[in-house]
């Protein structure tokens, strides 16, 4: 046997085996692949599939399952782990437990029934992941508070929810659960019958679900104490794609050492494996793997795991996890707490703090401290920690004389981290263990600082370690360590220099920060980007550690001034916990809810498909069992943004054992020209590529893995072209798509209306040119002009792409596959094809999110698969790995855009506004035209503007074509008008709240499309919003704050919505439905909508039990299919509810048309139970079958009442609006750019709801999904057209820490829809998305209260704030665009840089030499900041001494793509 080993380690044991879900699986040689992953073990092999794949690097959580073990010792213990990265292998010994095993058939475990009760479920796709959390949580703890509920979470994504109702299900077994909160009526039975609802004994309290609990309990006793607690060695060999992989697992040092020595001896390669959270990473996306291989995991080696406490430090083995570090450095900080030994805990406390923010609790539980440290990331949060504190690693190898080992001591400085990811640990070496010292006195301080993108689960941008001793006052000895300043962790030996001999006090921070100037530059075009965000960090961290440190000591606080006390408060400092706190509202039209029965239209009933959810047994695509023959594939897509291709080598694919075929554009039997509108898409390219990620076709193999090594072994040749990337590219280029086909040739729209009769008979932006020029001469007009940006977003649904292809006879086919829209995915096969439609069946039961995502693209992979399939003549699916997907599908389209806008001085009424739109849509067209379209219809947002001119192009790039998601272009298009409502609003001297206020659309007046509004719900809202959220009050409680706080400032902001509501295309305003009534009282429901967690089916079967008066348990809807309802459009626009629920109750009628003498004749005279209803029913439709009745019937529904013909400009393009208003409060750390949403206070306009629950998860959801959009979420291209941002590592969505601590949400009340809609409800999905922008203004105000003090330390002449607010003297640059080389304020006129204004008002006050006073605060000029607000955005927009003296430009305006790569 190939790489067998001789000695102690040779009776290696040879089986694998553990548990799954109580069953025991023993796996011999060869019975599996050691490079499978337990998700893959669990999905493949076990067909367990309630366990997801949502991103494969473990950043998602989606993948979660408790892995229960013993210790040596013999302890129990539970885990969550991240199945996609844990080897199969690493499960040997131990039991896995899976969202499966923890209900039967017929109880569900109280944190499953929880979710699903609290409607913490919308797509499901994430559910399994956050129930496994929790019950990891539930088995480890028998007590738990809210925070240990929230905290837990901080490896779990979910994209649909807005997280309150996931954290509000399971704090309802925290013993601390808050109570006396206003719930929503349905989140009321989160206790499920329980008779108290708090803690986790009262789940086992009273109900049957208690009884069965504690026989599952017993039962998983049972299992648990067979787990052994010491195993022999494991060797165990298989194979991986056809070549060996040995994986072996020692117990002692020396096993390891051997293990070592023979591969060295022999040459063969071996990696070293403990968590395993770098290496699968390093394998799957750097591909530095070569086999054969052999994996040593030290996961189980006796000397690797100890932890031993010494006098002046702790020795850790390395192969410890970081919870565990995490869980012993707090244990004993709290133990040199109560001893009053305050300083001895400082070096372990930051060691805490920092750990905290380390990934999630998933990836901690496994990953080790010696994989952090020999991984040498450049960016490691731990090792700058070691190199200050001046830690020292043990390494061991095996000395000559065979059996002895030998030790090496190093010290973690500058000779260990040599390179990038460099590391000096020999080859026959392995990282035993690692001293971390204590503070040798009181006088020696410690503290570590991280700053990310995104708060939890994310890695560092910049992170420091610092330490300095002081004797007396004097400093005699400093270390400042930092990660993301250089290829490897760093130290700053200038600045130890530059302390050494001096007193601690404020003084010596001005120099300390010249040199760290210095010793710290980045050049603009370091890799990584952001290079005067980096250098401002360290600066900043610099700062806070001074302050912390005289915080510390009360002989040294006297340096910390007034207001600068909150800053202390950081990340990984004093971090506050805030539990997530919120109410939600909502009122049932008036009526008789209570006497219909059980889920019917206007109720709050739980969504349909929660229960299976919450179990793992809601099937999406890739759930369904293989069938027999079916074959996977994998894209092979373009590298080159624009190309020629030279040739396609697919003959190295050919030997990779499992491959099938490689199917390209020669293949296609039907036309290779397709497109979502225009067919302007190549299937598979043929002569030229034009973005990176372009298929150019499909490898097929027996299994995923072999597909996906066969498709990089396929060579492709490129002779590259000029590409253009960005939209000022295009714009230099006028590379434009034209509006066809209504409007061809035409590269520009135009939306407005300008009612000046003089300017009437001119084109309208020409007539707005005229005017506005008019405007700008009179004196008592405010102008404002700018451009503002705002960037991409990534749809990031859990369920990413997946598609399955089934052929049959006669050229029959089933696609199911995961989509919005079957019709255009049955098109789509059907034109590859060359076969008719009616043969082609295209099926989708559910979605795991789609958001627009999935609206036109998903159809296009169907039809690569399709090709592949009707070559092959078998069945196939394509499902996309999260990176292919995010690097091929498209994303929310970036808007640049140029506005100008003017005002009265005097009544402060808009007067007129234009705007020019320039939206990316890519390479094709997709659906960018009416995206665009959508911006311009909502650029005017909430406000009655006279005279405007709204002007979009479609920008032709050559990146992924751009496409729907949820608000498609409205938000863009709202977000630009409430930018110039901020600039205008600044340049009238007043705020956008109270310019907005002015401005409101009122009932009666013209939009700039020429619809009339005949509602003005947003009016009514603000005033309401206003009293709810207590605005003036807070409002003046922030100012008192700002003005006490230099370096933490909040904002408060409100926002409002208005969203046209129908397709802008008229024809796409239709839907059908089937409904069968069965002569047991059930009726089958189907409609063209699709379900993707907004709960539409749940609201169209609440439609259908109202229509025949029986409860929502009769109604059944199984899938959307083609071959039900035909020539459907696709769920979108927020009109699946009103559309298919009006088709839908067509159908009804038409049924109760003749059924309704049989229901008369079988009635009670007053039904009282659902049972009888349903019995009732079932009487009826017995009797008419027997009187061949018609016991089916289609419906359908065509809006009425719209049309737009853009040619003419006339009709009216929206059925109605939906309306809402946000109020949010915002606090900003201006030191580091970070942010936390305080408050939310949401009033949203659903009409008469339909489902008041579901609605409200649709405005929580929609909010959190904006606040991303507006704040931390960024999609970054490389300058080559690649995308960087293509993972959950380097995309960051919110989180539940990133929601609002307090988040309020409410329905209008009494306010049905005036139009006639279904159940006078209005639609919901995408309207409330934009009000998450209210994040960004609330930012944007705490921005400018920063601003204002670094103005007034400025004007103030003696002002010298060193280190802190600005010093006059050191001034450079204090504009977005206006630089100033001078040592002393420029005061000459910079507005006009860049376009947009900037300090001319201040500066002139400045000029007069009036010292601002806090009563009468100078109020800073507008500002561009694009969107999203991110920590960078945020920081550098915050001015000061610090951010000031690094930057050395316009840091953002002209690199909307900052090349990162
Ligand atoms: C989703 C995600 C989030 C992450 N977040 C963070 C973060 O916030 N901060 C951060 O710093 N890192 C982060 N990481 C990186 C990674 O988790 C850590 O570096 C982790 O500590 C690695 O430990 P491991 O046991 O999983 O290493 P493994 O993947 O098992 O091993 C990595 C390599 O380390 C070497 N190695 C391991 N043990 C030894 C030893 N005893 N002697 C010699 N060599 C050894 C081997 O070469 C091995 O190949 C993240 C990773 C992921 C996937
Ligand atoms: S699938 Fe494992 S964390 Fe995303
Ligand atoms: S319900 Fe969480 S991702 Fe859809």
Known sequence: MEGSVEGSVEDLSSTLFFWVNGKRHDLKHDKVDPEMTVLEYLRQKCRLTGTKLGCGEGGCGACTVMVSSKTRSGELVHKSINACLAPICSLHGTAVTTVEGICSEKALHPVQQALSDSHGSQCGYCTPGFVMSMYSLWMNRDHFNESDIEDGFDGNLCRCTGYRPILDAFKTFADDVHEGRESFPAAGHACNGRKKCRGKEAAYEGSAAGEWLKSHDAEAKRLFDKLPSSLPPLHYVGRHLGSPVEWYSPNTLIDVLQIIRHHHLKNLPLRLVVGNTERRIEKFFKRNHQYPLSLLSTSRVAELLEMHWEENGVRIGCSVDLSTVLMSFEEKANEFRRANLEWKRRILQAYVNQLRWFAGTQIRNVASLGGNIVTASPISDLNPLHVAAGCTLRLASLAESV????????????????????????????????????????????????????????????????????????????????????????????????FAGKPWSREIIDGALEVMDKALHLPHNVPGGQAEYRQSLTQSFLFKFFLQVSASSHRLSSAVQPGEESCLSHLTNNFVHEGVRGVQHSCFPSGTASQEAKGQAGQSTKHMAGDLHVTGKAVYTDDMPLLPDELHCELLVSTKARAKIVSIDASAAELVPGFVDFTSAKDIPGVNWVGSILPDEEVFATSQVYCVGQPLGVVVATSPAAAKEAMFAVKVAYEELPAVISIEDAIHERSYFDFGPALPHQTALTVGRVTSERHRHMDKAEALDALMKELSEDDNVAIAEGEIYLGGQEHFYLEPHATRVEPGENDEYIVTSSTQNPSKTQKLVSMVLGVPRHKIVSKCKRMGGGFGGKETRSCFFSAYAAVASHKLKRPLRLVLDRDVDMATSGQRHAFLARYKVAADKTTKKLLAASVELFNNGGWSTDLSVPVCERALFHCENVYFIPNTSFVGHVCKTNIPSNTAFRGFGGPQGMFVCEVYMDHIARELGTTREALAHENLYRIGQITPYGQELDEDHVFVMWQKILQTSDYENRRKAIEQFNLANRYVKRGLSIVGTKFGMSFTKTFMNQAGALVHVYQDGTVLVTHGGTEMGQGLHTKVAQVAASAFDIPLSAIYISETSTDKVANTHPTAASVGSDINGFAVLEACRKILEGLGPYLSRCRTPQPTTDEERISTLAKAATLAHFDRVNLSANGFYATPDISWDWVKYTGKPFYYFGHGVACTEVEVDALTGDHKVIRADVLHDVGNSLNPVIDIGQIEGAFVQGLGLFTIEQVVFNNNGHLFTKGPGTYKIPTALDIPRDFRVSLLPNAPSKSSTIHSSKGVGEPPLFLGSSAYFAIKNACYAAQRDALASLASHSCKISGGGLSQGTTRTLTNGCESDEDTIDTTDCASTNGHTSLNGAQSELQTGDPPSKASPLSPPYFRMDGGATSERIRLSCWDDMNVRVRKGDFDAARHWAPLA
């Open 403 to 498: 059996g002895e080992v030998s030790y090496r001591d190093k010290r973690l400085d500058k000779n260990f981290f040599t390179g990038y990811r460099k590391v000096d640990v020999r080859p026959n070496e392995v990282a035993v263990s690692l001293f971390i010292p204590f503070p040798r006195d009181s006088d020696e301080f410690f503290f570590g600082f991280k700053q990310c993108r995104r708060r939890e689960d994310d890695i560092a941008i910049v992170n420091a370690g610092m330490r300095v001793k002081l004797s007396g006052d004097i400093i005699v000895d400093s270390c400042f360590s930092f990660g993301g300043m250089a290829p490897f962790t760093i130290c700053c030996p200038a600045l130890s220099t530059y």
